[in-house]
Each structure stands twice: as structure tokens, then as C-alpha cells.
């Protein structure tokens, strides 16, 4: 945070234009100077770095993200934060504003234009509702270097799940495919304003150089992994089965192709790490040459 923007003062700020922040939003802007700090330094982030800030609120991270990186690209759905913003930023030359909704923006194209930058790295307070979606979508995007995001503790808890365990999903396998997820520190609700209901917590997702596992096929890796987690209660056989993933394929034939990955068909899909997902797109992939 600048040093010259108290949370007293963004809160005058607000008032002054007469903004009242949108629950429907997730609005719950980041107001405790000290965290503010604390998660630029947990972050990382270098003299020579672009970043991409999703949801900058009332700018008081991205005054402090803009004192230690090149340029910041700080992309808002609310344009009745123009005034704020341009109030907090006071003028900061390497900060960009850009009104848009974050899920249907191309980030790659978006940094090249305000920067001539091909690589990235994306910094974020995400409101619940968007989270899922939104991660996918940056997931996707070829020049992210890297995302050090403020999500809610429950779903920090799903990135880092291991196979078994409750928080274990279709998600964390995706996330875990093309980053190395961790958890940094749990943020107590009370930095917040308005103060929401629960924990966060920042989360890095380092992107990996290549993906967890050597794969030929994404679409059809993620398909069986969504398939496998579709019914969870079901063992993985009857899930997959239940999925329809390839036509007239029944019980017995996805008995005989996990039993070709070495896995058990009488297992659950949650029991299956990136390498057995991996194993049993191969072995797919395979019986489908034979028929």
C-alpha cells in the first residue's frame, strides 16, 4: 500500500462517492496495510516483473504492487471505482486500469498490448463465486508465469488435497496438472471491509515448466477425470460407465481398460493421483485403436 493511503482514507474515499460495495460482487476490499505488505513480499514478485491484478478494489494493493514492479495491469468489473482508483493510485504511470470482466478477457492479448509483455504473473482477492472458473480460465492462458491469489480458505484447502481426502476433485487435479500449488497464510476475515463471513487464505500457484505428467490427450485426460469424480459414491467402473464417455462402451469394458492401467475397478475416482488419471487416458487411448 502506498504509504500515503490509509484504510481511513479509502473508507472517506468510498463515502465521498457515495459507493456502497455489492455483496453480489464479493466485494471485500483489503483494508490492513500490514497484510497488504505481507503479501507483496510473500509474492515474490521482481523490479522487472509484469503483473496482472484481478478485482484491485479501492487500489490499496496495487499502490504497493506498482512500488515494486514494472507495471501492473489491474482489470475491475465495477466501473463506479474509477473515481477511487484514480483518487488512491494518485497518478502512478505504471498502472493500468482496465474495466472488463476477468473471465472473458485474453490476458495474453491484453498484457501485450498495454506492456509488449509475453509472460506475466497474475495476482488476485477473489470472491467465491468466481473462483473456480476464473483459475480455470488463467489456467489456460499460455503467458502466465505464475498466480499468488486471496481465495477462501476452503478452496485453498482443495488446491493442496491429495488423493483420498474429502477436498480432493475434479479441480485440484487440474490445478495440480499445471501448477504446484501452496498454501502461504490463512488471512483472518477481520482485514476486510465489509467483513465477510469466513476465512481466507493466499495460495501460490508456481506454473510448471510442463505439465505433473506426460499426457498425449488433454481433452480426453480431463474428461475422464471429470467422469470419475461425477458420482463419487460410485466405484470408478460404475462412474465411468455411468458418464458415457465413448459409446457402447459398458461396465465390463471399463473393468477390462483400468485393469489395463493397473487399476482397480473397484476403487473410487478420488483414490487416483495425476499418474493413475494419466495411466488410464493411455489405456484408453489404446483400446480405442483396437476397436
Known sequence: MSEQVSPGKVRAILEKHNIHLRKSLGQNFLMDGNMVRKIVKASRFLPGDVVVEIGPGAGTLTAALAGTCFHVVAVELDKRLLPVLEEVLGGL???TVVFKDALKVDFDRLVAEVTGATTYKVVANLPYYITTPLIMHLLRQSGVAGMVLMIQ?????RLVAGP??????????????????EILFRVPRTVFFPQPEVDSAVVRLAKRQEPEVAVDDEDLFFTLVRGAFGQRRKTLANALAGARIFPGWTRAT??????RAGIDPRCRGETLGLKEFAALARACRQRLREC
Open 93 to 95: 504511470q505504471n498502472v
Open 153 to 157: 480458505l476452503e478452496v485453498a484447502e
Open 164 to 181: 483420498g481426502s474429502k477436498d480432493y476433485g475434479a479441480f485440484t487435479v487440474a490445478v495440480q496438472y499445471y501448477c504446484r500449488p
Open 254 to 259: 471399463w473393468e477390462e481398460v483400468l485393469k
